[in-house]
Nanobody, 124 residues
Framework: EVQLQASGGGLVQAGKSLRLSCSVT????????IAWFRQAPGKEREGISY??????KYSESVKGRFTLSSDNAKNEVYLQMNSLQLDDTAIYYC???????????????????WGQGTQVTVSS
């Protein structure tokens, strides 16, 4: 059974860092596409990063500040978030799919499996 569990959220001051984790069971992280999405209050869910065959991609809103990595031995994926800004406040979700064929891996419709979300709140 495929399961994803996101953790690591919390309250952090602007400019500081936070690392989110996505723990995966049911498949090997190196074999599937794993993405991070976020949803801010009143806004649509936004794809911000994904890793596919060891290569990470980022949306313009987080490029240069966030880094996605994976630990194949632990079967986990991490999102290191640096220089956090007030508008990074959101619920963050990890998602995964085998993605044998896809259009846009920043879109939520590409992913069949989702974690439960972890809240990140950035304060001034």
């Amino acid at each position: 059974e495929v399961q994803l569990q996101a953790s690591g959220g919390g309250l952090v001051q602007a400019g500081k860092s936070l690392r989110l984790s996505c723990s995966v069971t049911g498949f090997n992280v190196r074999d599937w596409v794993i993405a991070w999405f976020r949803q801010a209050p009143g806004k649509e869910r936004e794809g911000i990063s994904y890793i596919s065959w060891g290569e990470s991609k980022y949306s313009e809103s987080v490029k240069g500040r966030f880094t996605l990595s994976s630990d194949n031995a632990k079967n986990e994926v991490y999102l290191q978030m640096n220089s956090l800004q007030l508008d990074d406040t959101a619920i963050y979700y990890c998602a995964a799919d085998s993605a044998s064929a896809y259009d846009d891996l920043f879109q939520e419709y590409e992913y069949h499996y989702w974690g439960q979300g972890t809240q990140v709140t950035v304060s001034s």
